[in-house]
């Protein structure tokens, strides 16, 4: 039986491993650390990592992003992202006029997986990441 995730289950550590498969393009992966920290109304969450595209020097990548009690996910600017199923399962967001159709699988907790399937005219790729708890 799986368990319903909150939003404390996300602080601390956790390592990630991210791919990056393009419809068109090279394909790139990421490694790196996410770490999840007690703000006054939630939790802030912040990725640092090495990105390494085909034929093309390794650089750093960072990512920010605040969650609240609901697990309301909201990008460094305060725009609403999308909201994380408690229990796994699909989400979405529309940056028009791409489409980003979201996917989270909590079936190996404390090791987890973020699927994000996007397409659109401007955007086409899969980003599949695979969070694992540090320590």
């Known amino acids: 039986m799986q368990t319903d995730r909150t939003l404390a289950d996300f602080a601390g550590a956790w390592a990630i491993e991210r791919t990056i498969t393009p419809t068109v393009g090279p394909a790139a992966r990421l490694e790196g ?8 109304d939630g939790l802030d969450y ?3 990592g090495v990105l390494q595209m085909e034929g093309a020097a390794p650089m750093q990548a960072e990512r920010k992003y605040h969650w609240t009690t609901d697990l309301s996910v909201f990008f460094d600017d305060g ?4 909201r994380v ?8 967001h529309f940056c028009d006029p791409d489409t980003y ?6 079936t ?5 997986n973020v699927t994000w ?7 086409g790729y899969l980003s599949v990441t695979r ?5």
């Open 85 to 92: 199923p408690c229990s796994g399962g699909r989400t979405e």
């Open 117 to 123: 399937d996007v397409s659109g005219p401007r955007k």
């Open 131 to 135: 969070y694992s708890r540090i320590g």
């Open 101 to 106: 159709v979201g996917t989270y699988d909590f």
């Open 33 to 40: 650390t996410a770490r999840w920290v007690p703000v006054s």
């Open 108 to 112: 190996a907790w404390p090791s987890f």
């Open 46 to 48: 912040f990725e640092r």
């Open 79 to 82: 725009r609403f992202f999308h």
